[in-house]
């Protein structure tokens, strides 16, 4: 995390993001009991004082079920309001006595592999912390498709409206991913409702339409799955997140 600090003071004096960003800071643990401690660092530091009273955002702890090549296991997704508020509370949080300890426990007992900056679009279906379970789709588009990008996430959102038991949702990637530009995230409440979707998915009609549209402008870059082993949402929920509410 600390080195993004220094990327984040050089984009946040020429950029101010008004979208909601989440900022995933991706960890290699090499044991239970490694990752035990972190969740205990975790806990610790998100009922610290100074967390209660600058934190606006939440934080999501993920374990990856399948990533590929990837040698990260866990990744910690921060959810903020913008840019410049997640650089300010990470600059102060590392001078905090509570942010000092669990970056102590954190380099002891993990290795830092990647970070990536995203910056949320649009979501579709009911934003929750019931949906547990998460598939990242990757891939890689112009900017001037876009638009195009946008019009056919809501034309299968309408389209499997009322069917589709989860939520989904459209980010760019604006630092850290290489050649991916956007992220289709698709939220589950369980495996069971996953799997339950995805093996219907090659006679879903919206969603085979949605693919054919999106062939055409984008090449995708692969997909991985993630649970939330915790989430920390005190200061702002999911909902709050996506329709950027976070008074």
């Not at 008004?18 to 009922?47: C, F, H, R």
């Not at 040698?71 to 508020?85: K, R, Y």
């Not at 085979?208 to 991985?224: E, Y």
């Amino acid at each position: 995390m600390k080195n993004l600090l220094i990327s984040l003071l050089f984009l946040t004096s020429g950029y101010i993001f008004s979208n909601p960003v989440w900022v995933e800071y991706y960890i290699q643990v090499d044991s239970p009991k490694a990752a035990g401690k972190i969740v205990q660092a975790t806990d610790n530091l998100m009922s610290s004082d100074y967390v209660k009273k600058n934190f606006k955002g939440s934080l999501h702890l993920n374990t990856w079920i399948a990533n590929g090549d990837d040698d990260s296991t866990h990744v910690f997704a921060v959810l903020q309001p913008s840019m410049t508020e997640h650089y300010s509370y990470m600059q102060n949080l590392q001078q905090s006595k509570a942010g000092q300890d669990f970056f102590e426990t954190l380099r002891a007992n993990s290795v830092n592999t990647s970070e990536r900056i995203n910056s949320f679009i649009e979501t579709y279906g009911t934003p929750t912390n019931d949906d547990i379970y998460w598939i990242l789709h990757e891939f890689s588009a112009q900017p001037s498709d876009l638009e195009r990008i946008v019009r056919a996430h809501q034309k299968m959102n309408e389209g499997i409206k009322g069917d589709f038991p989860g939520q989904f949702g459209l980010s760019s990637v604006a630092y850290g991913s290489g050649d991916v530009t956007h992220i289709l995230t698709v939220g589950y409440s369980s495996i069971a409702e996953l799997e339950s979707w995805e093996d219907q998915v090659a006679n879903n009609k919206p969603v085979q339409d949605f693919l054919k549209i999106m062939d055409k402008m984008v090449t995708w870059k692969g997909s991985k799955v993630l649970t939330n082993s915790k989430v920390y949402d005190s200061a702002s929920d999911l909902e709050q997140f996506v329709t950027k509410d976070f008074e």
